[in-house]
């Protein structure tokens, strides 16, 4: 006979400000991440310093003509790579990013501005609240600040190995972030975000003429927007792999607990 199925129990996971932040900042980013291209498709370069050396970006999206045909160049210090309908040429388009990569779709930096602009204060706010609620509410110390122990490199090396071969925590274990998952979130939430934050003010020109120790802070404003730029890229990143290791620890899961705040364990592990 087969063994009966293991019964499981629903516990409470996450707080209903820590959903609501998280669902608003899903939203707020991908309208800013898209948004953000297409303002940064006005000029597709990034340079370092105060001004922009044209003759020497430091990254460049352009198009060219080879064999009678246009393609795209992406330029990355001293290399260059063909990145023909993708970046530097699409859609018979001389283009940094693609149409479907930006918002609008069509050419127009005023309206990504607007789209940018709107959901980057909705961003903060929300910033704000998330920050508010995790400091009075204990998130920050209880679930996000790593302990002494689980700083040692015998402990993370441990937990690198058990994520290199997918062992995911189960029952109780589950309900806890572990110590690369703190560090992650912390490196987001505490620098990478403030860090979009100050770097995209370094580009106001309003915020210059009131502060302008801001873009000096990170170097000048091409500085800040390459920097800028850098951040929004590590985000991607962090995202891309954020969904891949929900997907392989069991999505549905944590989905619900996303959106309920209730998380499955089996009845034996429950506290």
Request: no cysteine; net charge positive; glycine share 8%.
């Amino acid at each position: 006979m087969s063994p009966a199925p293991t019964a499981s129990v629903l516990v409470r996971r996450h707080s209903l400000v820590v959903r609501l932040t998280h669902w608003i900042n899903v939203a707020a980013l991908l309208v800013l991440l898209l948004s953000g291209l297409q303002i940064f498709n006005a000029h597709p370069a990034l340079y370092w310093g105060d001004v922009s050396t044209f003759a020497r970006p430091w990254v460049s999206m352009v198009a060219a003509e080879r064999s009678g045909e246009a393609v795209g160049l992406t330029k990355i210090g001293p290399m260059i790579f063909e990145t023909t309908g993708v970046l530097g040429f699409s859609d018979n388009q001389v283009r940094g990013f693609p149409a479907w990569a930006t918002l609008p779709s069509y050419r127009s930096l005023a309206d990504g501005r607007r789209w940018h602009f709107f959901f980057a204060w909705l961003f903060v706010l929300n910033g704000l609240v998330y920050w508010s609620a995790a400091l009075v509410g204990g998130h920050l110390r209880r679930d996000l600040l790593p302990r002494r122990d689980e700083l040692s490199p015998r402990h993370l090396a441990a937990e690198v190995a058990d994520h290199a071969r997918l062992r995911f925590p189960k029952g109780e274990a589950a309900l806890r972030y572990n110590t690369l998952q703190k560090l992650a979130y912390l490196a987001v939430i505490a620098v990478l975000l403030p860090l979009m934050v100050l770097t995209g003010l370094s580009m106001s020109p309003g915020m210059n003429a009131g502060f302008t120790w801001l873009p000096e802070l990170f170097g000048g404003r091409q500085s800040a927007r390459t920097i800028h730029f850098l951040s929004a890229s590590l985000i991607v990143l962090f995202v891309i792999v954020h969904l891949a290791m929900v997907a392989v620890s069991g999505p549905m899961n944590s989905l619900r607990s996303m959106i309920t705040g209730k998380f499955a364990i089996r009845a034996g592990d429950a506290a």
